[in-house]
């Protein structure tokens, strides 16, 4: 019997990938500008290793790398800048038009860390991928192992959707594509002072503007309507981290959304996963509504400070109200601020919440005690407090442990107050 093979029908072996590509100058060099599907990122690209630092790159952080995977399976709306790569020469360019600018780009393979290209920004993405990929081929095994037993028809059929889910998984990442921009530099030192430019050149985002932007946090959703609240609205700054003495804000953004912290879920804690999603935007706005109210009609100082219209204009050299706060009273410290959050949260939890009313006449006892920078004689250093408060501080001792607990000594006082209070 004869047997005809035809070897067109064969697999050859494969060392590379082609994509369509743009040819561009940029800075004396040739760029390739190509769209690679996610899937391709771990085999065109070196994966990077947390373990061993690359002498041309900085460490990568495994977790911080596994959070990118994450938020490619939960949010399908997924975004990311292009990443950025260094060509030593290996790629291979055949123009497609008359002018060169367009053609296929042939990239060779990283095959045990070999690579023709070296990740110039970009290597968490990288990593990301490739632990994403890698969980759900573990998962997919463990399901296979699992149906390959006997199993109820219940059982199998959850053990075949939770398959189907775990292949449209893998789908995804071989069907959504990113951004690679490749430069031609054959010259190491070259490349290494590329990217320095890059990390030099890149302006990092502040937590004010991420806490304005970042719609996946319920503090940070909720944040342009606690802000219309009287005592803060016009005294946020809305791109600074840092309240500087000229600073004429009362906080920044960022601080908004700690205390929001506060309010929701503790002075030293966070709103969990879970809380994110069963939280809704409008009971939030209300609770953290319903502290500044409180505190508002409390504090001398915060009650003055809602009555000032932060538009007026100054005089030369004079000082807003909001920065008179913040110079004489340890309100106008977000750490004090925080804490007094997490106070209403412990008098507000449980199944016999304190009325808003009794909190109030509660933190009006506190209002005496609140002038900057605190004495010896002050309850802040005459009572269990005096862990959480240097001599002549502005502040309370910023770490968890001292926040958390200075909460807890303030919310005992509700019940038992010292003498001097």
């Not at 952080?61 to 995977?69: P, T």
């Not at 959504?176 to 070259?190: F, H, Q």
């Given at each position: 019997m004869s047997i005809t093979v035809d070897p067109l029908r064969l697999t050859?072996?494969?060392?590379?990938?082609?994509?369509?590509?743009?040819k561009t100058p940029q800075g004396g060099r040739t760029v390739y500008s190509v769209r690679v599907p996610l899937l391709d990122l771990p085999t065109i690209l070196p994966v990077p290793d947390p373990n061993n630092v690359d002498k041309d790159n900085r460490k990568v952080d495994r977790l911080h790398a596994k959070h990118f995977g994450e938020y490619l399976d939960a949010k399908q709306d997924w975004v990311a800048p292009a990443l950025l790569a260094r060509d030593g020469g290996g790629c291979v360019f055949e123009k497609v038009d008359d002018?060169?600018?367009?053609?296929?780009?042939?990239?060779?393979?990283?095959?045990?860390?070999?690579?023709?290209?070296?990740?110039i920004d970009g290597q968490h993405r990288v990593l990301g991928v490739a632990i994403e990929k890698q969980r759900i081929t573990d998962a997919i095994s463990s399901v296979d192992r699992e149906m390959a037993r006997k199993v109820s028809s219940d059982k199998l059929a959850k053990l075949e959707?939770?398959?189907?889910?775990?292949?449209?998984?893998?789908?995804?990442l071989k069907a959504e594509y990113v951004g690679l921009d490749i430069y031609v530099e054959p010259d190491p030192i070259k490349a290494q002072q590329m990217f320095v430019d890059v990390a030099d050149n890149a302006k990092g985002i502040s937590s004010a503007v991420r806490a304005r932007f970042d719609s996946y946090k319920v503090a940070n959703r909720t944040l342009s309507d606690v802000i219309d609240h009287p005592l803060l609205k016009g005294r946020v700054d809305a791109e600074q981290d840092r309240m500087t003495l000229k600073n004429p804000n009362f906080m920044g953004a960022k601080h908004v959304a700690d205390i929001t912290r506060s309010v929701i879920a503790g002075a030293g804690g966070r709103i969990s996963?879970?809380?994110?999603?069963t939280l809704t935007d409008g009971e939030v706005i209300e609770q953290v509504k319903d502290f500044l109210d409180v505190i508002s009609n409390a504090f001398t100082a915060l009650a003055a400070l809602t009555e000032d219209d932060p538009e007026v204009e100054r005089q030369p050299g004079e000082l807003t109200m909001a920065q008179e706060v913040r110079r004489s009273s340890l309100l106008g410290s977000v750490g004090m601020l925080r804490v007094l959050g997490g106070v209403f949260r412990e008098l507000r939890a449980g199944d016999n919440p304190v009325e808003l009313d009794d909190i109030t006449a509660f933190?009006?006892?506190?209002?005496?005690?609140?002038a900057a920078p605190v004495s010896e004689a002050s309850v802040w250093r005459t009572s269990a407090a005096n862990v959480d408060f240097e001599p002549n501080a502005a502040a309370p001792i910023m770490r968890t442990q001292n926040i958390v607990h200075l909460v807890g000594v303030i919310a005992g006082w509700y019940k038992k107050a010292p003498a001097s209070l």
């Amino acid at each position: 019997m004869s047997i005809t093979v035809d070897p067109l029908r064969l697999t050859k072996p494969q060392d590379s990938s082609t994509y369509l590509a743009i040819k561009t100058p940029q800075g004396g060099r040739t760029v390739y500008s190509v769209r690679v599907p996610l899937l391709d990122l771990p085999t065109i690209l070196p994966v990077p290793d947390p373990n061993n630092v690359d002498k041309d790159n900085r460490k990568v952080d495994r977790l911080h790398a596994k959070h990118f995977g994450e938020y490619l399976d939960a949010k399908q709306d997924w975004v990311a800048p292009a990443l950025l790569a260094r060509d030593g020469g290996g790629c291979v360019f055949e123009k497609v038009d008359d002018q060169g600018a367009v053609g296929y780009l042939t990239v060779p393979w990283a095959i045990g860390g070999i690579s023709s290209l070296r990740t110039i920004d970009g290597q968490h993405r990288v990593l990301g991928v490739a632990i994403e990929k890698q969980r759900i081929t573990d998962a997919i095994s463990s399901v296979d192992r699992e149906m390959a037993r006997k199993v109820s028809s219940d059982k199998l059929a959850k053990l075949e959707a939770e398959r189907e889910k775990l292949i449209g998984q893998m789908s995804r990442l071989k069907a959504e594509y990113v951004g690679l921009d490749i430069y031609v530099e054959p010259d190491p030192i070259k490349a290494q002072q590329m990217f320095v430019d890059v990390a030099d050149n890149a302006k990092g985002i502040s937590s004010a503007v991420r806490a304005r932007f970042d719609s996946y946090k319920v503090a940070n959703r909720t944040l342009s309507d606690v802000i219309d609240h009287p005592l803060l609205k016009g005294r946020v700054d809305a791109e600074q981290d840092r309240m500087t003495l000229k600073n004429p804000n009362f906080m920044g953004a960022k601080h908004v959304a700690d205390i929001t912290r506060s309010v929701i879920a503790g002075a030293g804690g966070r709103i969990s996963k879970k809380a994110e999603q069963t939280l809704t935007d409008g009971e939030v706005i209300e609770q953290v509504k319903d502290f500044l109210d409180v505190i508002s009609n409390a504090f001398t100082a915060l009650a003055a400070l809602t009555e000032d219209d932060p538009e007026v204009e100054r005089q030369p050299g004079e000082l807003t109200m909001a920065q008179e706060v913040r110079r004489s009273s340890l309100l106008g410290s977000v750490g004090m601020l925080r804490v007094l959050g997490g106070v209403f949260r412990e008098l507000r939890a449980g199944d016999n919440p304190v009325e808003l009313d009794d909190i109030t006449a509660f933190f009006k006892r506190l209002d005496s005690h609140m002038a900057a920078p605190v004495s010896e004689a002050s309850v802040w250093r005459t009572s269990a407090a005096n862990v959480d408060f240097e001599p002549n501080a502005a502040a309370p001792i910023m770490r968890t442990q001292n926040i958390v607990h200075l909460v807890g000594v303030i919310a005992g006082w509700y019940k038992k107050a010292p003498a001097s209070l």
